[in-house]
């Protein structure tokens, strides 16, 4: 069974991950230390389980609320146009939220705004701009380096099937080279705008070093898409990425009920997102950040518990004469992928607790074969090359008993 470089009986006995534990707990000392000037009760250095319940949340006490009040407004009313139109001509310049009342859904919504405010929180980072969608937040980052004539992009597979297929089909413009970790600073060019890195990468679960990678960057900002990690699991803005990049459709949201995508940075980059988000209307709607904000005051508890049955199945699956070959990654998480003997295809068919459809991150177990789907628009040559194998499941283990879990797979396994 390959686990990468990690034995599955020490990731399961919490013994085999220690250097990336050290690693999460300085960039979370980091982002705390970041977070010391929150306002409100109880601010100061905050842990991630507290910053993930309060974050985004500080003013609710002093305005007599306790639940988040959502602003389903598309438009402000002002009597003051000539100020509306200073707070305009200051957004064109940087970028930066407009100071005052809101003014129109485009430029910005107090409900998205304390989502914003959270995920920065959590990921050590001063901003976060929300999207409509993961990939609407990708193409957001994409179209900023456009703009500025840096084109280029360097990347490592495996990605997310729809960036790699944005990146590489040139549909914004963008001209990539695929690299391996080791040569992204040989790939570099003056044009080049971004490198872009997916880790633990989906649907392999392959991990990168983002710190050696971010050394290797030099001054071109490191994209890291941390959807699968979480700020739960790993920082990247602690180990030097000046972006990260998340589908909050997964986690962060965790109920499969709502579509966005977020980038968490500094804010020059943030006011250059907000200015391509106005510009090309790809807004969060306020429901969505309602939800999203919600999600986050139990992202630490769902993600951990999600992942200790993760460990438990992946053990299981690597003992498994049925399966071929496990990747559960030294950080931990609740994704798994595994290379089955028999037909993939009659495993999806066979499962009858464990959900077959895309996505991932909720509190339901889904399962999926990336080469049908969710990497389906990568060319099979490249595909197999970055490790996706046409006999790979991914698994987005849930929040359901484990045995109860197991029994459904062990019965499917069987059926293929």
């Not at 459809?357 to 074969?369: E, K, M, P």
Request: net charge negative; proline share 5%; aromatic share 4%.
């Amino acid at each position: 069974m390959d686990l990468g470089s990690t034995d599955l009986r020490d990731v399961c006995d919490g013994t085999a991950d220690t250097a990336d534990t050290v690693d999460a707990t300085e960039t979370a000392d980091a982002a705390e230390t970041a977070n010391a000037a929150a306002d409100g009760p109880g601010a100061g250095v905050r842990a991630l389980d507290t910053e993930a319940v309060h974050a985004g949340r500080d003013d609710l006490a002093r305005q007599g609320l306790h639940a988040v009040p959502i602003d389903l407004s598309t438009t402000y009313p002002s009597y003051d146009s000539r100020g509306e139109a200073a707070r305009i001509d200051a957004f064109a310049t940087d970028g930066a939220q407009p100071d005052g009342p809101p003014v129109y859904g485009r430029l910005g919504n107090p409900t998205v705004a304390r989502f914003e405010t959270a995920l920065a929180r959590l990921e050590g980072t001063e901003s976060a701009v929300a999207f409509a969608s993961g990939m609407a937040a990708l193409s957001a980052v994409l179209l900023v380096r456009n703009s500025m004539g840096l084109r280029h992009v360097v990347a490592v597979r495996p990605l997310y099937g729809c960036s790699d297929h944005l990146l590489t089909a040139g549909l914004l413009g963008s001209e990539v080279t695929w690299v391996d970790p080791a040569g992204i600073q040989d790939a570099l060019r003056p044009d080049t705008g971004l490198v872009l890195v997916e880790s633990p990468a989906n649907p392999t679960l392959a991990e990168l070093d983002l710190r050696a990678i971010a050394h290797a960057c030099g001054s071109v900002p490191l994209l890291a898409d941390n959807t699968f990690a979480t700020p739960v699991l790993q920082r990247p803005a602690g180990q030097g990425a000046r972006l990260v990049l998340h589908s909050a459709t997964k986690y962060l949201g965790g109920h499969g009920d709502v579509m966005a995508g977020v980038v968490a940075c500094d804010e020059e980059f943030a006011g250059r997102l907000r200015q391509i988000r106005f510009a090309t209307g790809g807004v969060l709607h306020p429901l969505a950040g309602y939800l999203l904000l919600r999600g986050l005051s139990t992202l630490p508890v769902r993600v951990r518990a999600a992942s200790a049955n993760a460990a438990e199945l992946a053990r299981r699956l690597s003992g498994d004469p049925r399966v071929a070959r496990v990747h559960y990654p030294r950080i931990g998480g609740a994704m798994i992928a595994f290379e089955v003997h028999g037909d993939p295809h009659e495993v999806i068919a066979a499962v009858r607790l464990v959900t077959p459809a895309v996505s991932l991150g909720s509190v339901d177990t889904l399962i999926q074969h990336p080469a049908s789907i969710s990497h389906r628009v990568v060319d099979a040559e490249d595909r197999r090359g970055s490790g996706v194998s046409d006999r790979l499941l991914r698994l987005s283990v849930g929040l359901e008993d484990v045995d109860d879990l197991w029994r459904d797979l062990d019965g499917a396994l069987t059926a293929a």
